[in-house]
Nanobody
Framework: QVQLVESGGGLVQAGGSLRLSCAAS????????MGWFRQAPGKEREFVAA????????YYGDSVKGRFTISRDNAKKMVYLQMNSLKPEDTAVYYC????????????????WGQGTQVTVSS
């Protein structure tokens, strides 16, 4: 069992940066690959980024490549999403999720989800 709590969202101007954090509980955090998804109003949930359980491989959605960076600290049971060069279209609720399968783009492969944190980018 893994419980996930996101934080770090907020309001930022276009071109700015935010760092999201996801705190995990449970003794088995290091066995899970971790992902970030986002959902804007009226849109489907979208894959943002994922990182392998060991941290040695990452994968990004096309819309955030080169601007966002995912990282993790297994000792602290934390996952991070550094978001730079933010755009108004990045506005969404951002979710942290955990999966034991490296099929990271499909939200159906994730077993555990956080409650989400709102990110709003003003133009």
């Amino acid at each position: 069992q893994v419980q996930l709590v996101e934080s770090g969202g907020g309001l930022v101007q276009a071109g700015g940066s935010l760092r999201l954090s996801c705190a995990a509980s449970g003794r088995t955090f290091s066995r899970y690959h971790m992902g970030w998804f986002r959902q804007a109003p009226g849109k489907e949930r979208e894959f943002v980024a994922a990182i392998r359980r060991s941290g040695d491989n990452v994968y990004y959605g096309d819309s955030v490549k080169g601007r966002f960076t995912i990282s993790r600290d297994n000792a602290k049971k934390m996952v991070y999403l550094q978001m730079n060069s933010l755009k108004p279209e990045d506005t969404a609720v951002y979710y942290c999720a955990a999966t034991d399968q490296w099929v990271v783009v499909a939200e159906g492969s994730y077993d555990y989800w956080g409650q989400g944190t709102q990110v709003t980018v003003s133009s």
